[in-house]
């Protein structure tokens, strides 16, 4: 084992003195066998894979994905600005999501959005609404809610009738019959997601079989689909799950579509690009306090939000391997709230100055980034074998007050 940790063939102390830490190092290499992963395992049903934005929607990631030919899955109009800045196909998007505007499902249909992915009665009628207005005709899907346990965290569990997403399933007919009767929607598909990180495959194939009984049910009532979209992807290891396995999942779903006429589509996100990033961030002090050990960071929940929100866990490990002894400490940033932590209780063999790895931070991190206490977003760099290049600039304190700062008055 090298003593010092490498992103592809560029080792993380120089990236660190180059860009600067707290620091998003994502790997090229990963990223693109992530992708074909999910192509191979699938490769008889050729699907569409429609990577969820909202997983990591920095350009050169979207850019790097559109030029593998994936499609993209988008909730909200930002997500869709970002997906033709970087060269993705309007085409193969498809539109998630419980809250669209009138204004982003306008943009969406000029665009040419490949679905709506529609999660209530009041929103076909406000997409047929805007349809007509424009003189188009909208393609939706429904989403539904199967109403299947994803066995996740709360927070990112979607296909329980308690959830807030998708359509009722003992509502879903009745709504179809409703998309049908509005003159401007051009019904599409079916679709779910039931929730992400999943570690367990069994929720994905009951959500599935469940979709199916419906299209048969739909296809005798006269309404025929030609898509289904099973939502999000399979789990990644964060730290000792096992997660399902690609083939037998493709295997599953191979084995159901086999005599339909139904092209499949998937949204996966945290998959494709979770395994793909680390967090690189610096020591500044290490506290000894009455009850515990703090290393306290350069990088904090603004930065990584997802052990503060879900007591996520992510592997932390020093860049440089020393032979000193651990100590046990919670690993923890600069913000004012004892929520602020990036690791509790962990042994690390570690001193001030030195540089910390938080591994699989590709995913619903640099994402979820906030300003909070005021703090800069790190800077995002893309690792392709010895090449390395900025992606994202830090952001300045300058750049921050600059929105405020103009609207100061006098007066006040
Ligand atoms: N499609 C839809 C409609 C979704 O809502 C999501 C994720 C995906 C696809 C992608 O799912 P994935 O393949 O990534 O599991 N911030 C949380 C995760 C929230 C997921 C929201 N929806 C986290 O940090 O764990």
Redesign the pocket.
């Known amino acids: 084992m090298s003593d010092i940790f490498f992103c592809e063939d560029v080792s993380f102390v120089d990236l660190a003195q180059i860009y600067g830490t707290p620091l998003y190092v994502y790997s090229q290499t990963e990223l693109a066998h992530a992708q074909r992963k999910y192509a191979d395992a699938f490769a008889v049903l050729n699907p569409l894979l429609c990577y969820?934005v909202?997983?990591n929607g920095n350009l050169s990631v979207l850019r790097h994905f559109a030029q593998l030919g994936c499609g993209f899955?988008i909730?909200s109009g930002g997500e869709l600005a970002r997906v033709l800045v970087a060269g993705g196909d309007a085409g193969k998007t498809i539109f998630?999501?419980v809250g669209k505007t009138e204004a982003e499902i306008e943009r969406a249909l000029n665009a040419g959005v490949l679905c709506f992915?529609v999660e209530s009665l009041p929103e076909l009628d406000r997409i047929n609404a805007v349809a007509e207005r424009l003189g188009k005709s909208a393609p939706i899907s429904l989403?539904i809610n199967p109403d299947v346990d994803a066995k996740t965290?709360p927070?990112?569990s979607?296909g329980l009738k308690a959830n807030k997403?998708g359509i009722a399933y003992a509502d879903a007919e009745v709504a179809y019959q409703h998309a049908n009767s509005l003159p401007y929607l051009q019904i599409v598909g079916i679709d779910c997601?039931i929730?992400?990180?999943?570690t367990d495959l069994s929720p994905f194939i009951e959500a599935l079989d469940r979709l199916l009984l419906l299209a048969d049910k739909l296809a005798e009532a006269g309404i025929v689909l030609q898509h289904i979209d099973l939502?999000?992807?399979?789990?990644i290891v964060y730290h000792n799950e096992t997660v399902p396995d690609l083939h037998r999942y493709a295997a599953e779903v191979a084995q159901r579509l086999a005599d339909r006429r139904l092209k499949l589509i998937l949204?996966?996100?945290?998959?494709?690009v979770?395994d793909a990033g680390v967090l690189l961030t610096r020591i500044e002090y290490i506290k000894h306090g009455e009850e515990k050990n703090f290393i306290i960071v350069d990088a904090a929940m603004n930065d990584l939000m997802?052990p503060a929100?879900?007591d996520?866990y992510h592997v932390i490990e020093p860049v440089v391997h020393k032979n000193i002894a651990p100590i046990t400490a919670d690993v923890v940033g600069p913000i004012c709230e004892s929520s602020d932590f990036l690791g509790k209780d962990r042994v690390l063999a570690a001193e001030a100055g030195d540089l910390l790895l938080i591994r699989s931070a590709g995913?619903?991190?640099a994402g979820?980034a906030s300003n909070y206490n005021t703090r800069c977003r790190a800077a995002e760099v893309l690792v392709n074998g010895s090449q390395h290049r900025l992606i994202r600039q830090r952001e300045s304190i300058e750049q921050l007050l600059s929105d405020e700062q103009r609207y100061l008055s006098n007066n006040d």
């Open positions: 969820a909202k997983a899955d909730v998630s999501g992915n989403r965290h927070y990112i979607t997403f997601h929730g992400s990180q999943l939502g999000g992807g399979v789990g949204e996966p996100g945290r998959s494709l979770g997802r929100l879900y996520a995913a619903y991190a979820m």
